[in-house]
């Protein structure tokens, strides 16, 4: 079945303590990505990813690092957690960069940061 | 500043009616326009997509309409099933359906009454 996970799906932790959300599909899909989700913002987009060892930075990457060693695998790691990236995450991979149409979505990861 | 608006947070319908989801953008360099469908504690999921060289495009229920000169465009939904209960994002990107640039809307919940 073709699918993106993420782990973990829930997760509570205290600022400053880092943590890395797992981000993996199985489609052999060459763009991946992650965005943030928050009350009356919709969704927005923190990194996204074309290629193995290629990233870059959407619109809210502060705060976040990214990298993208295998293709299948693109984790999100926060350094030092504060309370204002309390939200709920999704990772996102389409078959190539211009796949907007064709874009798979995590569950979601929601992330609250005391 | 918010490039693409879903001015409506909800909307109520009665099972069989059409439902009329709306939303407005600001930059005019987007070129392709996306609708996505969100159920809950799950990712979102692809709709329907138009580029802007059409002013319409039709799938099953679903019928996405574009306006350039208003920067506005809606999802019609018809006839309207319970099932379709979900929040729906509007999506917009200048890059001829990249998803590097993908801008959402903050979603608007449909409810669809039986």
């Known amino acids: 079945e073709a699918q993106v996970t993420q782990n973990p799906r829930y997760l509570i932790t205290v600022t400053g303590k880092k943590l890395t959300v797992t981000c993996s599909q199985n489609?052999?899909?060459?763009?991946m990505s992650w965005y943030r989700q928050d009350p009356g913002l919709g969704l927005r987009q923190i990194y996204y990813?074309?290629?193995?060892?290629?990233?870059d930075k959407g619109d809210v990457p502060e705060g976040y690092k990214v990298s993208r060693k295998e293709k299948r695998n693109f984790p999100l790691i926060l350094e030092s957690p504060s309370p204002n990236q309390t939200s709920l995450y999704f990772c996102a991979s389409s078959i190539t960069l211009m796949g907007a149409d064709t874009q798979y979505f995590g569950p979601g990861t929601r992330l609250t940061v005391l | 500043d918010q490039q693409v608006k879903q001015n409506s947070p909800s909307l109520s319908v009665q099972e069989g009616r059409i439902s009329i989801l709306n939303c407005d953008y600001t930059n005019s360099m987007f070129d392709y326009f996306l609708w996505y469908k969100k159920y809950p504690a799950e990712g979102p999921t692809f709709l329907i997509s138009?580029?802007?060289?059409?002013d319409k495009n039709e799938d099953g229920r679903f019928t996405v309409f574009l306006n350039k000169s208003a920067k506005h465009l809606s999802l019609h939904i018809v006839p309207s099933q319970p099932g379709d209960s979900a929040v729906y994002f509007c999506?917009?990107?200048?890059?001829?359906?990249?998803?590097?640039?993908?801008?959402f809307g903050k979603g608007t919940k449909l409810t669809v009454n039986p």
């Open positions: 999506a917009a990107t200048p890059t001829q359906g990249g998803s590097e640039k993908l801008v």
């Open positions: 489609m052999n899909h060459e763009y």
């Open positions: 138009i580029s802007s060289i059409k």
């Open positions: 990813s074309m290629n193995v060892e290629v990233t």
